[in-house]
């Protein structure tokens, strides 16, 4: 059969080029633009930010938990384990663009009768070398790269924002811990100077100063301090729990001193400005990457509709015995292949596609809407943080006399049980609260901290 002319071909590439040269087209989004120049109101100016909360707050103890949070936490863990997964996947995506070397080899062989020599007589054998490319004409495979490459990036960054909050995690962990230990030290002395009012109303009562109804009112208020403080000291054992699980360690083998706030410094924290955030969020930063990602699926996806051209070349080397002469031929040629039937998939593939890269979008604005809310709320939780710890001061203090006094009345005969009660229910509840007001400044410049992206060295800036 007689083969077909040169011209044929150029034809049949040309009508494939044709039909396949039809890709639909694809309105990318793209991501929202920063409109925030600063904050609603700044409240005061600060300093650097430190390398961590450890060290911002000025506890070495608490540094080391980071560090540790660091290396064992299941969360960062699990994150580094996505970057090496993306990593092979730019991988696969690189050598799907690089020369594809196969090579055979073979022999025949055939039984003899020959009792005396081998049992078969290789007689033939073959070697074949194969070599393919695959033009990227049209870009399908820079664009996978382009997105591999992304997605490597996103996965970095998640770590980087993995870290971050487990840094947040643990250090608000730790400082509840020591705010209950206050917490629970404070109940204890009430408890105690309850429990000596109870015996000294016991003594009134066996004098006929007092009466039952007295010494029931302050057993119940004792009673009450020790529930209390029961309820306390459950909480801790939680925290501290917790606190084992965000550093890796089993929670039966850890231990953690029941230290106080008295040691935590109130941290000064510097403050960016919204724009900061884009540099400084490692989330934003991985919301962007995942949106150059899905680009890079867009385009993947409109190649597919183009044609593809493979170029190959081939060597194969036979003889028709071992010892006998060798032919060798060589061979060399290029298909462009496009695709004709499937447009019903590539559309669907394109459309998924098209779908993802407006998520990527969205997700990316919800990561910045959030930064920027969080901003103004660590900004706001400073701020009134500090005015509620200088009232508490100010009540605890009044709290402390009135207490003091109410007591001496009622041992003198001056004053009735009832404003005793009165008096020392206010001091221990005034007391918590300011163990709980100190423990909010800490939280709010942990929240300040984690909301301005953390340390800049942390985030490789």
Known sequence: MSSLPRSYYKTAYLGLLALGACAPGVA?????????????????DLGETPDNLGAAFGSDELGALIAKARVANPD??????????????????????????????????????????????????????????????FGGGKAERRGARARLAAATFDRDSASLVVEADVARAFVQHAALSDRIALLGRNIGQASELERIIRVRLREGDATRLDVGLQTIQVRQLQTERVRLLEAQS??????????????????????????????????????????????????????????????????????????????????????????ATLAAGAGLLAPIFNRGRLKGDLAIAAGGQAESVELYRKALLGALAEGEDALTAVERAREREALITEIVAEARITAHLARRQYIEGEADLQRVLDAEQLLVQAEDAGAIAKQERLDAAIDLFRAMGGSPAAAGI
């Open 76 to 137: 960062i863990a699990v994150a580094a384990a996505r970057i090496v997964q993306a990593r092979g996947q730019l991988g696969i995506a690189r050598a799907a663009m690089l020369p594809v070397v196969s090579a055979s080899a073979g022999l025949s062989a055939t039984e003899t009768d020959n009792r005396g020599g081998p049992l078969f007589n290789f007689s033939q054998g073959f070697a074949g070398l194969d070599i393919s490319y695959d033009v990227d004409l």
């Open 28 to 44: 990318v989004r793209e991501a929202p633009a920063l409109r925030s120049a600063q904050w609603r109101a700044l409240p005061y």
């Open 238 to 327: 939680r925290t501290r729990n917790a606190l084992a699980m965000l550093v890796g360690e089993e929670a039966p083998l850890f231990a953690i001193p029941a230290n106080g706030l008295s040691p935590l410094a109130i941290p000064a924290l510097a403050i960016v400005q919204p724009a900061d955030l884009l540099v400084r969020r490692p989330d934003i930063r991985a919301a962007e990457a995942r949106i150059a990602a899905a680009n890079g699926d867009v385009g993947q996806a409109r190649a597919a509709f183009l044609p593809r051209l493979r170029l190959s070349g081939s060597g194969l080397a036979q003889a028709a015995t071992l010892t006998g002469p060798i032919g």
